[in-house]
C-alpha cells in the first residue's frame, strides 16, 4: 500500500469511508464488520466515521461504534490505524440532517466520540459543516481547545471555504492537518479548497470521491472518458476515478465509502494504477 500523510502521521494513499455502513441501505452488521477487516487486510490505515453518520434518532453514532467494534475484532495489529471522525452534523431521525457548531455542543460531541470510539485521544476530529448561526470562529476556537485539552490528537475541518481554511489555520496554527470537501468528477468545484491545501500544506480528503453513494455504480456511464481507460486497462472505472484523484495532487487522499469487502479491495487497487498524461488530459476533460 502507498503511503500519505496527515500532519505528522502517515496514512495509507487510500482510506475507507463508514457512511455508507450506518445509513440509508446500509448492510448488516456482519458484512460491515468484514468490510472494514477487508479494508485492513488490504493495508488500509485511515478510516474515516462522524457522529451522524447513523438513521434512527436515538442510534447517534452508529457508526463510530460499528468501527470500533470492527477494529476490535480485527485479528491484526490496529495500533497504526487512524481513525477520523466528526462532529457539528446531526440527523434528527427522519431522514433530515441538520448542523449545530456551538462550542457546547462540539466539546459534548466530542466527549461521546471518545466513548463511542473507546481511546482516550480522537486521532483526527473534523469539524463537520459550518453552521451559519454560529461564528466559525467561535466553531474552530472549540476544536482548538479540544486539542489544548488533549482530547484531540489533530485537527480537521470539512465543507470549507478557501476563507474558512485560512481563517481555520489562524486559530489553528499546525494543529489544522486536513479539509475533507466534496470532490469527484460530478463535482469539482473544490479545486481552489484543494490548491490552498497544496499552498499549506494540508491534506486534502475528497468525499464521496466516486459521486455518492447512489451515483457510484454509474460512474463510468456518466463520464465515458473513465469507463474507456477502465476498458483499456481491464479494471473499473471507479478504480480509475481514485487514480485521478491520487494524481491530482499529493495532498488527496480519497476516503471511497464502503459498505462491501470487494469494493473497498477494488479502492485500494487504483494505489497500483499509474496512469499516463493522455489518459489523465482526458480524464480532466470528462
Known sequence: MNSRRIGSTEVSAIGLGGMPMSIEGRPDEERAIRTVHAALDAGVTLIDTADAYHLHADEVGHNESLIARALASYGGDTSGVLVATK???????????????????????????????????????????????????????????????????????????????????????????????????????????????????????????LGGISRAGELGSRFAPFAEVAAARGVSPQQVCLAWLLARSPQVIPIPGSSRPETIRDSVAATELQLDPDELAALDRA
Open 87 to 209: 462532529g457539528g452534523h446531526l440527523r434528527p431521525g427522519d431522514g433530515s440532517w441538520s448542523v449545530n457548531s456551538s462550542p457546547d455542543y462540539l466539546r459534548s460531541a466530542c466527549e461521546a466520540s471518545l466513548k463511542r470510539l473507546g481511546v482516550e485521544a480522537i486521532g483526527l476530529y473534523q469539524h463537520h459543516r459550518p453552521d451559519p448561526k454560529v461564528p466559525y470562529a467561535d466553531a474552530i476556537g472549540a476544536v482548538r481547545d479540544l486539542v489544548d485539552a488533549g482530547k484531540v490528537r489533530m485537527a480537521g475541518i470539512s465543507n470549507a471555504n478557501p476563507e474558512q481554511i485560512r481563517q481555520a489555520r489562524e486559530i489553528l496554527g499546525d494543529r489544522l492537518v486536513s479539509v475533507q470537501n466534496q470532490y469527484s468528477p460530478a463535482f469539482r468545484s473544490s479545486e481552489p479548497e484543494l490548491a490552498l491545501c497544496e499552498e499549506l500544506g494540508l491534506a486534502f480528503l475528497p468525499w464521496s470521491p
